[in-house]
């Protein structure tokens, strides 16, 4: 098989038979397709993913196997695969919580505006039944300062501002729940941006999001764009429904996130994840930056109709 089909058949198998091989695997939380890593850089051998909180060695705990072999429907016939294995550690990161757009957002707690936390937008999106009306896209735990308060709940009198807190431009519009240890869900929010204020996005060499990718390709060539720059950032594996630590609101399992190899530091939650012509792949929503591992929600998930209470599009 070519790379496509190998890296094709992991996600099917990681589909019909993820929450099998995580019963078989101690103490891993999500199987996931990509590329395998050698001392912290990317190969191009395609491998199952498997995610752990910390390798650990022990005669307690069964060593995952350097291979595993399942069987695969083709052409009609039941195929054995081969299939090999890595194992990623997630370590002790967190959500990187921290307008031009470009230079990063504050957002505030308008009742108090000392509670509030600095991070970065992703796009700048419109209604699709009301083009005139606009919003800015980022991580809830940002937007609606989810990770300030106890449980992740929703601060509604949120407003967000430049950096410097000069300049009020959107409100709280609509918020994904988090759900600390239940079903999975996504970090994502928007607010909407006032009549008048004038917002725009004057990122390095005037690089905007200019398209959605629609989920069919491997990401590739792409930067986490960042309020302190672009940031190179290398695709290492695709994971579904991947629990998270996230302060104050416990345990919160993600329907969708594409890893990166990208150092991204606090304040950059809600950066773009896209190329250098503007096609947008994710927004980058946790990370460890002592390890280099950076996640993002896949943009076609966020753009996916009925996301939100209204149906967005790039604007």
């Known amino acids: ?8 058949t992991v996600r099917e198998v990681c589909g019909a038979k993820g929450k099998k091989l995580l019963k078989n695997f101690d103490g891993a939380l999500a199987v996931g397709a990509g590329f395998k890593k050698s001392a912290n850089e990317v190969s191009e051998e395609i491998c ?7 390798k650990i060695d022990s005669p307690d705990i069964r060593p995952i196997p350097a291979r595993v072999e399942v069987f695969v429907a083709r052409q009609g016939k039941r195929t054995k695969v081969s299939i090999p294995t890595d194992v990623e550690e997630l370590g002790d990161g967190e959500p990187h919580a921290a307008l031009n757009l470009a230079q990063g957002v504050r957002a505030f707690n308008r009742l108090n505006k000392a509670q509030g936390v600095p991070g970065a937008v992703c796009c700048i999106v419109a209604d699709q039944s009301n083009p005139s009306s606009l919003y800015v896209l980022s991580c809830g735990h940002v937007l609606a300062l989810q990770l300030i308060t106890q449980g992740c709940a929703v601060f509604n009198a949120t407003d967000v501002a430049d950096r410097a807190m000069t300049t009020r431009i959107a409100e709280l519009h609509a918020v994904l729940p988090l759900i ?9 929010a928007i607010s909407m941006i006032i009549p008048g204020s004038q917002v725009g996005w004057l ?42 630590p996230y302060p104050q609101c416990g345990k919160i399992v993600i329907a969708a996130a594409y890893q990166f190899k990208a150092a991204t530091i ?21 990370g460890d930056s002592a390890n280099h591992v950076a996640f993002a929600i896949p943009a076609f998930v966020l753009f996916q109709p009925g996301r939100f209470a209204l149906n967005i599009q790039l604007a």
């Open 1 to 8: 098989m070519d790379a496509s089909e190998q890296l094709a």
């Open 48 to 54: 199952l993913g498997v995610l752990v909180q910390k």
């Open 180 to 188: 600390p240890n239940g079903k999975p869900c996504l970090d994502a």
């Open 203 to 244: 990122g390095p060499g005037n690089v905007r999001p200019l398209a959605v990718e629609p989920g069919v390709q491997q990401p590739s060539n792409c930067f986490v764009y960042t309020p302190n720059g672009p940031l190179p950032a290398i695709f290492v594996k695709e994971w579904a429904n991947i629990p998270l």
């Open 266 to 286: 606090g304040g950059h939650s809600g950066s773009p994840v896209m190329t250098p012509q503007g096609l947008l792949f994710g927004m980058h929503f946790w």
